[in-house]
Every structure is written in structure tokens, then in C-alpha cells.
């Protein structure tokens, strides 16, 4: 193949590795491999997520009090 090759790699438990693998071309032939632990990918993605749980429930939570505190009159039939 031609390009680089992107790949995940799990060597033991609890231990995730994406890794980036290109091919040198010239004079020297050969392959460069650079990898990275996932774990703080992993650790940030949570805390996204987290926030923006926390985000839609207090938007949530906003939108239920301007609909019961509102001063405008509703339309009852």
C-alpha cells in the first residue's frame, strides 16, 4: 500500500496503542511507526462526555423553570 496505515493495537490488558505507520521512499527504504497510549484520549473523552451530560441537564433544568415561572399568561381552553 502507499500512504501511511493507521492502526489500534492492544499488546496486554489495559493497554490500548494507536500507531501510525509510513513508508519512507529514496534512498533509504523503510517503514517509520509512531504510536500513543490511548488512555488519555480515553480520559478526556469521559470527561467530555460528562460535561456535556451536566450541560443538557441544566439546560434541561432552565427551560422546566421558564416554562412554570414564565409571566406571560398561557392559553388555557
Same mark, same amino acid.
Given at each position: 500500500?502507499?500512504?501511511?496505515?493507521?492502526?489500534?493495537?492492544?499488546?496486554?490488558?489495559?493497554?490500548? @496503542? *494507536? *500507531? =501510525? @505507520?509510513?513508508?519512507? #521512499?529514496?534512498?533509504?527504504?523503510?517503514?517509520? +511507526? =509512531?504510536?500513543? !497510549? +490511548?488512555?488519555?484520549?480515553? #480520559?478526556?473523552? !469521559?470527561? #467530555?462526555? +460528562?460535561?456535556?451530560?451536566?450541560?443538557?441537564?441544566?439546560?434541561?433544568? =432552565? *427551560?422546566? =423553570?421558564t416554562t412554570i415561572f414564565s409571566p406571560f399568561p398561557q392559553n388555557k381552553?
Open positions: 500500500t502507499f500512504g501511511e496505515d493507521r492502526i489500534t493495537w492492544q499488546p496486554e490488558k489495559g493497554v490500548r @496503542i *494507536a *500507531a =501510525v @505507520i509510513d513508508k519512507l #521512499s529514496g534512498d533509504k527504504k523503510g517503514f517509520v +511507526l =509512531v504510536g500513543r !497510549n +490511548l488512555r488519555e484520549i480515553e #480520559s478526556r473523552e !469521559n470527561y #467530555s462526555e +460528562l460535561v456535556c451530560g451536566f450541560g443538557w441537564i441544566a439546560c434541561l433544568f =432552565v *427551560a422546566f =423553570v381552553k
